[in-house]
C-alpha cells in the first residue's frame, strides 16, 4: 500500500541517495584490488571514496550522491555568504508540496594540501508548499575549512579563496560563490608533496605502490594468497586449498555464480554471500548449531586434513545435540 501512495503520487517520497551509483563495478576505485587475494585490503584510494573519486576524476555514474526523485521541482537561488555559513533560497517550482535536501559542498584553493574537487560540508531538508519559496542558512562549523597536518599533529586552517557550491546532488551544483579564508598557512606552505604523484589528480587507479607509501608515510604490502587458512579467511579462498573437498567445495560455487551471472546478467547474492563468508560467520549463521569447535574443524578440512576436521564437526553435531536434550530436560523439569 505504502508503494501504491507513492507511485500514485498521494505521497510525495523525496527521497535522496547516501552513496553513489556506478555505471558498472569496474569503474569503482577500488575495483582493481578489492575483493583482495589475501586476508587484508589495503584502501589505495586515500580521500578519493565515492563521490569524491567520480566528481574529481568525471568519472559517468548512473545516480550521483545525494540524488533524489520528487513529485516537485525546485529552484536553486540567491546564495549569500558570511563568516559563520552560506544563505541561499529555496523555491517550490511546482503544483505539489514536496522537500529538497539543500547540500553544501567546498572546493579547496588549488595547489594547496590534497582534497578531492568537492567535499560534503552540510545538508538541510527543506519542506516546502507548492510555489512556496524559502531562505536557507547552512552553518559552517570547527571542520568546513580545517584539515589534519599529519606532521604537526593538529587541524590547520587553508588560506586562500575557496568555492561554495550549493544543490541538490554532488553533480547538480546550480548555486557558487567565492569566500576567502584567513588561515594558518598558505596553498604554498600547505602544498602536498609531488611524490604523491597520481593522487593529486584523483588518478587512484595508476597509483603506484610508491605513491601510496607516501601517502600513508611509511611502506604498505599486501599479503598475497594465504597457505594457511584460519576462520577469517572467506570460503572463496578455498580455491587453492590442499584439501580436494575445501578446494572442490570452493569452486563449485564460483562456478555456479559465474554461470548464473551469466545467464540473467546479474550476480547471484546468495552464493556470493557465501563465498565471502569467513568459517566464523558459521555458528552466528546457524543460530549455535555450528559452535567454535565445528568452526575449528571445518578449518581442518580446507587445511587438508579432512578426516581429521570431518571427524570434529560429526563429534560437534553430537555433542551439541547431547547439550541441548540436557538444557531442554532442566527447562522442563523446573
Known amino acids: 500500500s505504502a508503494t501504491v501512495r507513492a507511485l500514485t503520487g498521494e505521497v510525495n517520497p523525496s527521497g535522496h541517495l547516501a552513496e553513489t551509483w556506478p555505471m558498472q563495478y569496474e569503474d569503482c576505485p577500488s575495483s582493481g584490488w578489492y575483493p583482495a587475494i589475501g586476508r587484508d585490503a589495503i584502501y589505495r584510494e586515500g580521500p578519493f571514496v565515492g563521490y569524491r573519486y567520480y566528481e574529481t576524476v568525471g568519472v559517468p555514474v548512473r545516480f550521483p550522491f545525494g540524488y533524489g526523485l520528487s513529485y516537485s521541482t525546485f529552484t536553486y537561488s540567491a546564495i549569500t555568504a558570511t563568516a559563520t555559513g552560506v544563505d541561499f533560497v529555496v523555491t517550490n517550482d511546482s503544483d505539489v508540496a514536496g522537500s529538497t535536501v539543500a547540500q553544501l559542498y567546498v572546493r579547496a584553493p588549488q595547489g594547496g594540501v590534497l582534497h578531492p574537487d568537492r567535499e560534503l560540508k552540510g545538508f538541510i531538508k527543506v519542506e516546502l508548499a507548492a510555489h512556496e519559496s524559502k531562505s536557507v542558512h547552512i552553518d559552517f562549523d570547527r571542520y568546513t575549512f580545517r584539515h589534519f597536518d599529519v606532521a604537526a599533529n593538529a587541524w590547520k586552517t587553508e588560506s586562500g579563496e575557496w568555492t561554495l557550491m550549493i544543490g541538490d546532488n554532488a553533480e547538480h551544483l546550480p548555486l ?21 604523484g597520481h593522487y593529486l589528480t584523483g588518478q587512484v587507479k595508476d ?26 579467511d572467506p570460503i572463496m579462498s578455498w580455491v587453492d586449498s590442499k584439501g580436494f573437498v575445501a578446494r572442490t567445495v570452493a569452486k563449485t560455487l ?3 555464480e559465474a554461470k548464473i551471472r551469466q545467464k540473467t546478467g546479474s550476480p547471484d547474492l546468495n552464493t556470493l554471500f557465501i563465498l565471502n563468508m569467513p568459517p566464523r560467520a558459521m555458528s552466528k549463521m546457524t543460530q549455535g548449531m555450528v559452535d567454535s569447535a565445528m568452526v575449528d574443524a571445518i578449518v581442518n578440512i580446507a587445511n587438508g586434513h579432512t578426516f581429521r576436521g570431518l571427524g570434529g564437526v560429526i563429534a560437534g553435531f553430537f555433542r551439541n545435540q547431547s547439550a541441548n536434550k540436557h538444557t531442554a530436560k532442566e527447562l522442563n523439569h523446573d
Open 254 to 256: 564460483t562456478k555456479r
Open 207 to 232: 597509483v603506484t605502490d610508491a605513491e601510496m607509501a607516501v601517502l600513508f608515510g611509511h611502506e604498505v604490502l599486501a599479503p598475497g594468497k594465504p597457505t594457511t587458512f584460519g576462520v577469517n
Open 176 to 196: 557558487s560563490i567565492p569566500h576567502t579564508v584567513a588561515g594558518d598557512c598558505t596553498p604554498a606552505e600547505c602544498a602536498a608533496d609531488p611524490a604523491l
